[in-house]
C-alpha cells in the first residue's frame, strides 16, 4: 500500500508519506476483524484490471431535510459555525464569509468548501508543524502563528502525543477518539483558524474511519432471504439488518455502501484508488447567474487537488474588490430562480465521494453470500432519532432569530 497525499495537493517527504499510510492501515485494521473479507482490499495494486467506480452523492445535509423540510434544512444548515458543527454530516462542509456593504450591512459575499479530511491534517501537524503551516498558509493567503496551531510558540519542544493534542483541541476537534476526548479535546475546535473557515472537515463522522467503514460495511454479496433464490437484498434490508437504518438517511452512506455492494454480489473487489481522499466529483456552475447572465468563472475556485474530479476545496463568490454579494447571484432549480443567500444551495449542487476501482468479476461461492432476514419494508426517515436533535436545533434557532429582533428595539433603553 502506497497513498499518496489527497488529491496529490502536497508533495511529502517520503517520512510524511509513510505516517499517512500508517494511519490508514491502521484505520483499516481496527475494522477488518469485523468488516473484512474478499471482496474489500486496501491496497488497489492487487485489484485485477481494475475500473473507476462511479460512488458520489449530492453534498448537501440529508437529515434536516427529511426531519423538517428544505427550507428549515437551509436555514439551519447556513447557520453560522453551529450548523456546520451539527449539520454537515456528507464528508462535506462549508463556511459562509461575510463582509459590509456600502450602507454597512453584512451580508454574505463568498462560500468555502471543503472535503479534506482531518485525519490527513492530524498527520501532518504530529508529524510536520512545518508542513502544516505551510497548507494552511496556502489556503488561507496569511500565514498562521504557531499559537493558533497549537497554543504554544514552539510545537517543536512539544512530544508528537502534545502536539496531536493542542492542534486537535484548536483546529481538528476529536474525532469521535476516545483518547483524545479523555485528554480534553472538544469534538469541534476552540480556535479560529477552521471555525473563521472552512479548512478541513471536523464533523466527527466526516472522518476517515467513517469513510473505510461504510465501504467496507457495503463489500459484501448480501442476499435476500425472503427470495426463493439468492437474489440482491434490498437496501431497506442491508441497513435494517444491521441496525444502522439511520445511515439509510443520508445521501453519503447509502451511496458509498451500495455502490460497493453492487460490485461485491458480482464477484467484483473493491479498493480505494490512489490518493485515498474525499473529493469534489462535480460541480454545476451553469445553476448560478448574475444579472441574467452565467457567473463569471473567477467566481468559481477550486483546489486542492491537481485535476478535476480530486479537488477537494471550492471557494465560491467575488472577490472582495467586487462590489456584488451572494444574494446578488440567483441559482435556476429548474421551474424558478431563487436567490441565493448561503452555502446550501452551493453543495445543492455538489457531488462528492471518493475514488473507488472494482476488479473483474468472479464467481461467488454458495457459502460466501450473506443471507439477510430483516424486512425490507421501507425505511421512514421521519421518524429517526436524529429528528428530534433537529428540532430542538431549530428551536435555538429560532430563540436566536427572536433575540436578534428585539435587540434593536431594547438598545438605549435604561433599567
Given at each position: 500500500?502506497?497513498?499518496?497525499?489527497?488529491?496529490h495537493?502536497?508533495?511529502?517527504s517520503?517520512?510524511?508519506?509513510?505516517k499517512?499510510?500508517?494511519?490508514?492501515?491502521?484505520?483499516?485494521?481496527?475494522?477488518?476483524?469485523?468488516?473484512?473479507?474478499?471482496?474489500?482490499?486496501?491496497?488497489?495494486?492487487?485489484?485485477?484490471?481494475?475500473i473507476?467506480?462511479?460512488?458520489?452523492?449530492?453534498?448537501d445535509?440529508?437529515?434536516?431535510?427529511?426531519?423538517?423540510?428544505?427550507?428549515?434544512?437551509?436555514?439551519?444548515?447556513?447557520?453560522d459555525?453551529?450548523?456546520?458543527?451539527?449539520?454537515?454530516?456528507?464528508y462535506?462542509?462549508?463556511?459562509?464569509?461575510?463582509?459590509?456593504?456600502?450602507?454597512?450591512?453584512?451580508?454574505p459575499?463568498?462560500?468555502?468548501?471543503?472535503?479534506?479530511?482531518?485525519?490527513?491534517?492530524?498527520?501532518m501537524?504530529?508529524?510536520?508543524?512545518?508542513?502544516v503551516?505551510?497548507?494552511?498558509?496556502?489556503?488561507?493567503?496569511?500565514?498562521?502563528?504557531?499559537?493558533?496551531?497549537?497554543?504554544?510558540?514552539?510545537?517543536?519542544?512539544?512530544?508528537?502525543?502534545?502536539?496531536e493534542?493542542?492542534f486537535?483541541?484548536?483546529?481538528?476537534?476529536?474525532?469521535?477518539?476516545?483518547?483524545l476526548?479523555v485528554?480534553?479535546?472538544?469534538a469541534?475546535?476552540r480556535?479560529?483558524?477552521?471555525?473563521?473557515?472552512?479548512?478541513?472537515?471536523?464533523?466527527?463522522?466526516n472522518?476517515?474511519?467513517?469513510?473505510?467503514?461504510?465501504?467496507?460495511?457495503?463489500a459484501?454479496?448480501?442476499a435476500?432471504?425472503?427470495?426463493s433464490?439468492?437474489e440482491?437484498?434490498?437496501?431497506?434490508?442491508?441497513?435494517?439488518?444491521?441496525?444502522?437504518?439511520?445511515?439509510?438517511?443520508?445521501?453519503?452512506?447509502?451511496?458509498?455502501?451500495?455502490?460497493?455492494?453492487?460490485?461485491?454480489?458480482?464477484g467484483?473487489?473493491v479498493?480505494?484508488?490512489?490518493?485515498?481522499g474525499?473529493?469534489?466529483?462535480?460541480?454545476t456552475?451553469?445553476?448560478?447567474?448574475?444579472?441574467?447572465?452565467?457567473?463569471?468563472?473567477?467566481?468559481?475556485?477550486?483546489?486542492?487537488g491537481?485535476?478535476?474530479?480530486?479537488?477537494?476545496?471550492?471557494?465560491?463568490?467575488?472577490?472582495?474588490n467586487?462590489?456584488?454579494?451572494?444574494?446578488?447571484?440567483?441559482?435556476?432549480?429548474g421551474?424558478s430562480?431563487?436567490?441565493?443567500?448561503?452555502g446550501?444551495?452551493?453543495?445543492?449542487q455538489m457531488?462528492?465521494g471518493?475514488?473507488?476501482?472494482?476488479?473483474?468479476?468472479?464467481?461467488?461461492?454458495?457459502?460466501e453470500?450473506?443471507v439477510l432476514?430483516a424486512?425490507?419494508?421501507?425505511i421512514?426517515?421521519?421518524?429517526?432519532?436524529?429528528?428530534?436533535?433537529?428540532?430542538?436545533?431549530?428551536?435555538a434557532?429560532?430563540?436566536?432569530?427572536?433575540m436578534?429582533?428585539v435587540?434593536?428595539?431594547?438598545?438605549?433603553?435604561k433599567?
Amino acid at each position: 500500500m502506497n497513498y499518496d497525499s489527497p488529491g496529490h495537493a502536497d508533495q511529502l517527504s517520503t517520512h510524511l508519506l509513510e505516517k499517512w499510510n500508517e494511519t490508514i492501515q491502521s484505520g483499516y485494521e481496527s475494522l477488518e476483524p469485523e468488516w473484512g473479507s474478499r471482496f474489500f482490499t486496501i491496497d488497489p495494486a492487487t485489484v485485477t484490471n481494475p475500473i473507476p467506480a462511479p460512488i458520489q452523492w449530492f453534498g448537501d445535509p440529508a437529515e434536516p431535510n427529511f426531519c423538517i423540510g428544505e427550507q428549515v434544512a437551509q436555514q439551519l444548515s447556513d447557520w453560522d459555525v453551529r450548523g456546520r458543527h451539527e449539520l454537515h454530516n456528507e464528508y462535506c462542509e462549508y463556511h459562509i464569509i461575510e463582509r459590509l456593504d456600502a450602507t454597512g450591512r453584512l451580508r454574505p459575499k463568498r462560500i468555502q468548501v471543503t472535503t479534506e479530511l482531518r485525519e490527513y491534517w492530524v498527520c501532518m501537524a504530529i508529524h510536520d508543524p512545518t508542513k502544516v503551516r505551510e497548507m494552511t498558509q496556502n489556503i488561507l493567503g496569511f500565514q498562521p502563528s504557531w499559537e493558533d496551531l497549537y497554543g504554544v510558540s514552539d510545537p517543536f519542544k512539544l512530544t508528537e502525543k502534545q502536539r496531536e493534542i493542542n492542534f486537535s483541541t484548536l483546529v481538528a476537534g476529536h474525532g469521535n477518539d476516545n483518547q483524545l476526548a479523555v485528554q480534553g479535546v472538544p469534538a469541534q475546535p476552540r480556535g479560529r483558524l477552521n471555525r473563521e473557515n472552512a479548512l478541513f472537515m471536523t464533523h466527527p463522522i466526516n472522518g476517515l474511519d467513517d469513510l473505510l467503514y461504510i465501504v467496507m460495511f457495503g463489500a459484501r454479496p448480501y442476499a435476500s432471504s425472503a427470495a426463493s433464490s439468492l437474489e440482491r437484498a434490498t437496501r431497506e434490508q442491508l441497513f435494517r439488518e444491521f441496525g444502522v437504518e439511520h445511515l439509510a438517511c443520508r445521501h453519503a452512506d447509502p451511496a458509498a455502501a451500495l455502490g460497493a455492494y453492487g460490485a461485491a454480489f458480482n464477484g467484483r473487489v473493491v479498493a480505494f484508488a490512489n490518493p485515498l481522499g474525499m473529493y469534489i466529483k462535480s460541480f454545476t456552475k451553469s445553476a448560478f447567474l448574475y444579472q441574467d447572465d452565467l457567473i463569471p468563472d473567477s467566481w468559481v475556485r477550486l483546489s486542492r487537488g491537481q485535476e478535476e474530479g480530486m479537488y477537494q476545496r471550492l471557494e465560491f463568490g467575488p472577490a472582495d474588490n467586487e462590489p456584488v454579494f451572494l444574494d446578488e447571484i440567483m441559482v435556476d432549480v429548474g421551474s424558478s430562480q431563487q436567490s441565493l443567500t448561503g452555502g446550501f444551495q452551493v453543495v445543492q449542487q455538489m457531488e462528492v465521494g471518493p475514488l473507488v476501482l472494482v476488479g473483474e468479476p468472479t464467481p461467488v461461492a454458495e457459502e460466501e453470500y450473506v443471507v439477510l432476514n430483516a424486512s425490507d419494508q421501507p425505511i421512514q426517515c421521519r421518524e429517526a432519532a436524529v429528528c428530534g436533535q433537529i428540532r430542538t436545533l431549530k428551536q435555538a434557532y429560532d430563540d436566536a432569530q427572536q433575540m436578534i429582533r428585539v435587540a434593536p428595539r431594547t438598545m438605549g433603553r435604561k433599567g
